[in-house]
Every structure is written in structure tokens, then in C-alpha cells.
Nanobody, 123 residues
Framework: QVQLVESGGGLVQAGASLRLSCAAS????????MAWFRQAPGKEREFVAS????????SYTDSVKGRFTISRDNAKNTVYLQMNSLKPEDTAVYRC????????????????WGQGTQVSVSS
């Protein structure tokens, strides 16, 4: 089992940058695939980005490609989301998620979630 804590959110103007961090504890971080999700008021949760346990493969939703970058530092048990050229439509609560990805017990779902950090982008 792993615990996740996000940080780095805030209020910025359109065009600015933010870097979100997700610190993991209580598990073997390198055995988890990681992802970022977001949810805006009145909307359902949306996938943003993911990264494999090795940090060698990433995926992004189309709306953030070229602007956001997910990365991880297994030595620090931390995953990051660098967000550039922020737009008002990026405003949401961003949550970090993890799924076990090692051997026969590899999980098909993200089972562990952080509490979320607020990102607000003004025009």
C-alpha cells in the first residue's frame, strides 16, 4: 500500500507555468505506474498524463500535449507534472494516482489516490 500527497498548485494567470509534485510513501515506488487526473466543477474526472514504472514511456490527453510533461524521480519517490502555457480551462483539482505494476499481481486500475491540489488559471 502507498500513500500519495500532492503539492504545488496555486492561482496563476493564463500563459504562466506551474510544477505539481506527488510524494509517495509506504510502498516500493519503483513498482508503481503513476498518473495525474483532474476534475473541474460540474465535470467528471479527466485523465491528464501517465508514466510507467521505469520512466521510459508516457501518455497524455490531447488537450495538454505539447504543454504538460510528466516525469518521475524514483530515488526521491516523487512524480511531477510540469504545466506550461496554462489556460483557464486547465482550472481543476489535480490528483495523483498509482497502480501496482510488477509481476503476476499487476493491477489494471489506479487504486491509490492523493488528496488533490487546486490549480486556478485566470484570464
Amino acid at each position: 500500500q502507498v500513500q500519495l500527497v500532492e503539492s504545488g498548485g496555486g492561482l496563476v494567470q493564463a500563459g504562466a507555468s506551474l510544477r505539481l509534485s506527488c510524494a509517495a510513501s509506504g510502498g516500493t515506488f519503483s513498482n508503481y505506474a503513476m498518473a495525474w487526473f483532474r476534475q473541474a466543477p460540474g465535470k467528471e474526472r479527466e485523465f491528464v498524463a501517465s508514466i510507467n514504472r521505469f520512466g521510459t514511456s508516457t501518455s497524455y490527453t490531447d488537450s495538454v500535449k505539447g504543454r504538460f510533461t510528466i516525469s518521475r524521480d524514483n530515488a526521491k519517490n516523487t512524480v511531477y507534472l510540469q504545466m506550461n502555457s496554462l489556460k483557464p480551462e486547465d482550472t481543476a483539482v489535480y490528483r495523483c494516482a498509482a497502480r501496482w505494476w510488477f509481476g503476476a499481481a499487476t493491477s489494471p486500475e489506479y487504486s491509490y489516490w492523493g488528496q488533490g491540489t487546486q490549480v486556478s488559471v485566470s484570464s
